[in-house]
């Protein structure tokens, strides 16, 4: 199989897409500034030197993805030491690693994303102490590192309705007890917890409605420490991983 990596000018993706995508029987993936196309089913067209396209690379890889993936590195994810985030088809964690199995699926946070490693990180810093709620879970890592960590109980909530099915059946396969519904929190209070972890855009943290039992914030989704202001809210701790920050907040 031949894959194509096409670099592209900084906010320049979605017009390239938009340009190659009648023309591309396989689609294509999006990493970042990236777009990594496949040649399966048809040749790739000739010129793929759209506006936007920065350079051009070609390489031959291994028809099954499984393959392509361990080679690229994405056969699961470790972090901080502690927790293996993986696919089910990727290999079993070492001995002492936490095991946590997402599901390849549209959600987010099937552990590829710096924000999730850096939640994740943070979540295992803290005193597993009762209610925590995972605001924006997508396909629910956060929820499930936290209850195999011993919060409890674990609510998951997003606007997206296959995020949240996607977090109670990667819940239901980890065997642990999450709650997951369908809330939108720029309009919804969301359930009361002592942690809440809540990567997220900024525009839904600003609209966030904290409740008085909440006593630790872990906050990613945003580009800038000062993307949001969390008002009578200290920052414990900082994180920034290729661009994008996670900050750890108790109160003042
Ligand atoms: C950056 S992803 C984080 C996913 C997961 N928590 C993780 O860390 O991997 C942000 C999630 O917020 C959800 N979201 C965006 N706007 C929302 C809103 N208004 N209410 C609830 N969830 C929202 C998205 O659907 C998405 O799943």
């Known amino acids: 199989m031949r894959r194509v990596t096409l670099r592209v000018r900084p906010g320049a993706v979605e017009d390239v897409l938009d340009a ?114 995972d605001l924006g879970c997508g396909a629910g890592a956060l929820s499930i590192a936290a209850a195999k960590l011993g919060f409890a109980p674990v609510q998951a909530v997003d606007y997206d309705e296959h995020s949240v099915e996607s977090a109670r059946a990667n819940a239901r396969d980890n065997g642990v007890a999450v709650d997951a519904n369908v809330l939108d929190l720029t309009r919804q209070a969301p359930p009361p917890a002592r942690v809440f972890a809540a990567n997220m855009p900024a525009r839904v943290h600003r609209a966030l409605q904290v409740p008085d039992v909440t006593e630790v914030i872990i906050v990613s989704g945003i580009r800038s420490p000062d993307d949001v202001t969390y008002e009578g809210w200290r920052r414990t701790d900082v994180l920034e991983r290729d661009g994008w920050v996670a900050m750890l907040l108790e109160r003042a």
């Open 20 to 133: 190659l995508l009648p023309r591309l029987p396989d689609g294509a993936h999006v990493r970042g500034d990236t777009l990594v196309l496949h040649a399966r089913t048809a040749p790739l067209p000739d010129d793929l030197a759209v506006d936007g396209v920065v350079d051009i690379t070609e390489s031959d890889v291994p028809d099954d993805w499984r393959e392509r993936r361990r080679l690229d590195g994405l056969g699961g994810v470790e972090v901080a030491g502690r927790i293996w985030l993986r696919s089910p088809d990727d290999p079993p964690p070492a001995p002492g690693l936490m095991d946590i199995v997402i599901e390849r699926s549209a959600a987010f946070g099937t552990g590829a994303h710096p924000t999730t490693r850096m939640c994740l990180g943070f979540i295992l810093g803290l005193e597993p102490r009762g209610a925590f709620s």
